[in-house]
């Protein structure tokens, strides 16, 4: 199979020789709501989940024509490693199957069939009322990143909503969206008649603007300055579901630095790393390791950078720009140039005195040799940084757990999933904890990418956030 093979359904596919109109926009926004109209809203919601299952599993399939083109064409346009590729999207193919899509939908709206008529509950049935949820006649996505799952997670609930639905893909990531597109459409013709993909260069308001004029609904994942931007430009009658830039972090307890236990944790931490090369919101920026274990933060930090070392070989990183090279290589720099006159770490220093005193600053790097493909920073300050991604991490020593959430308080409101490698008991208080100070999302060590399909996505039911209820009182 070849791009050069498949029909050409969507105006993604006529490539750069196709010059984008507002009334091309509107044309394409008609059509794919009258054949919305005709037939998808129409279909019950079992078959949309069976729909979706069965070209997932087609995904699975290594033969499949989809999933090859996918991995060699697809590998190239986002700069991963094959291998990191592949592991991203059997990650999230995976999770559709019928059984967690169903959940998804009993999750959110109490039952599949509330999606296809009025329903009612236990309680509703006493009070004389039924409700039904149904899903925007025509929507619109706007991906302004270029990871595909938030692309394909997007096509996936506007299918399960029956809406017609118009995806704006970033012009460097639109190959597997449309791949997908197409491989539900070669299952069911009438699907891909509901669906429009375009891309353009990302703040094209004349073109935006015909396309907003025409949606019931329009979903932004992307920086918070373009949700702000969409926002301002969308009619107020048009709802807007949007998901801006977060961040995350882990923690490793103590218990989990034995000489054992190490070896399973730090597997996971460089698991957590290198799932999409840290490009994405769910990616770990720092992780928090606690003192007083059999091996003391820095020896975790080393331990790491030989796992990293080691996944290089196994799953290459691939190549990224020159400005994502420099930025590694001169951060790099500075921490070379601080480890050389920074205090060793003390074994007498004693943060338990208080999380405010000025301690002597040790630090130590770990790198690949004549690549940017991996970099391990030990810093002893503890306060929350951003990596430059591209598995850039750092260590940060930390005395106990609630230091953890002083040290990283300036990103509070920015916080999304935090890991944590501790024995269950704490584990649960620490959940507890992390919920009240505003983390959306708690998970093991290892799966900060590998969320359930049925994740609150910032805190906020998926599918729920996109339907529109009528109650029948009867």
């Known amino acids: 199979m070849s791009f050069a093979n498949l029909p050409n359904l969507f105006l993604a596919d006529l490539g750069e ?25 129409h279909q019950r919601a079992r078959m949309m989940i069976e729909l979706i299952a069965h070209v997932a599993e087609r995904w699975l399939d290594p033969e499949d024509g989809f999933r090859k083109l996918a991995l060699s064409e697809g590998s190239r346009e986002l700069s991963l490693g094959i291998p990191t590729l592949t592991r991203g999207l059997d990650g999230f193919f995976k999770l559709l199957t019928i059984e967690s899509l169903e959940a998804l939908v009993t999750q959110d709206l109490g039952e599949v069939k509330r999606l296809d008529d009025f329903v ?23 991906i302004a990143g270029n990871l595909p799952n938030p692309a394909l997670m997007s096509m996936v609930l506007g299918l399960l909503t029956k809406s017609a639905q118009f995806l704006k893909c970033p012009s460097n990531g639109s190959i597997i969206p449309r791949l997908f597109a197409h491989s539900l459409a070669q299952v069911e013709p009438k699907v891909g008649s509901c669906m429009e993909l375009a891309t353009w260069h990302g703040g094209n308001q004349e073109l935006e603007s015909a396309l907003f004029a025409e949606v019931d609904c329009v979903t932004a994942t992307g920086s918070d300055e373009m949700i702000q931007s969409v926002r301002a430009r969308i009619p107020s009658r048009v709802r807007l579901v949007g998901y801006g830039h977060k961040v995350s972090f ?51 930090a080393q331990a790491l950078a030989e796992e990293l070392e080691l996944r290089e070989k196994s799953e290459p990183r691939g190549e990224i720009s020159l400005e994502e090279s420099a930025a590694i290589a001169t951060r790099r720099a500075a921490y070379r140039l601080r480890s050389s006159v920074a205090a060793p770490p003390s074994a007498e220093s004693d943060r338990a005195d208080s999380v405010f005193r000025d301690l002597p600053i ?58 944590i490698a501790t024995m269950d008991t704490l584990a649960v208080e620490y959940a507890r904890q992390l919920a009240d100070w505003g983390a959306t999302r708690v998970c093991p060590v290892g799966r900060m990418q590998e969320p359930a399909l049925a994740w609150r996505h910032d805190g906020r039911p998926a599918l729920g956030e996109l339907v529109t209820w009528t109650d029948f009182e009867q």
């Open 362 to 419: 040790a630090t130590h790097l770990w790198h690949s040799e004549e690549s940017t493909a991996w970099t391990v920073v030990y810093d002893s300050d503890p306060r929350f940084l951003h990596s430059c991604l591209n598995r850039f991490i750092y260590i940060k020593p930390v005395r106990k757990f609630s230091d953890v959430l002083h040290f990283a308080e300036p990103i509070r409101h920015l916080a999304s999933t935090v890991a």
């Open 17 to 41: 020789g196709l010059t984008l109109t507002p009334a091309t926009i509107q044309e394409a926004c008609h059509a794919i709501s009258r054949n919305r109209d005709r037939w998808l809203r």
């Open 120 to 142: 009612s509950a236990t309680v509703e049935m006493r009070a004389g009322r039924s409700s039904w949820a149904r899903g925007p006649r025509l929507m619109a996505h706007i």
């Open 250 to 300: 882990s923690f490793v307890g103590n218990d989990y630095l034995s000489t054992y236990a190490i070896k399973r944790v730090v597997r996971d931490a460089a698991n957590d790393i290198t799932a999409w090369n840290q490009m994405g919101c769910l990616s770990p920026h720092v992780i928090y390791v606690q003192e007083d274990g059999v091996t003391a933060p820095q020896g975790f």
